[in-house]
């Protein structure tokens, strides 16, 4: 992995940026955002910290969220850049 080691935050769920952004660079549709978010588990009950490489993708969710009206977001600003480095953090790779 170019970040350190391979995986993911352990108990983190995926909706990638990149499905969030229709061919023609608009974002994707609120109902269709939602859908994406709420098949992942992600509710506006929870603390939703979000997260990527580096922390510049994960705004398109960030963006998409907070249109969405929810309002426990945090960024995790050098995401996996910093998190895959240190050997004292756990990394899960299912």
Do not use: H
Request: proline share 5%; charged share 20%; net charge negative.
């Amino acid at each position: 992995s170019r970040y350190g080691r391979p995986g993911r935050v352990p108990g983190s769920v995926n909706v990638p940026a990149a499905t969030l952004v229709n061919a023609d660079k608009t974002l994707a549709d609120l109902a269709d955002a939602q859908a994406k978010f709420a098949s992942q588990g992600v509710t506006r009950d929870k603390n939703v910290i979000l997260y990527c490489g580096g922390g510049i993708s994960a705004t398109i969710d960030l963006l998409l969220l907070t249109q969405l009206g929810y309002d426990k977001l945090t960024l995790y600003d050098a995401s996996m850049g910093e998190w895959a480095r240190d050997p004292a953090l756990p990394i899960e790779t299912d």
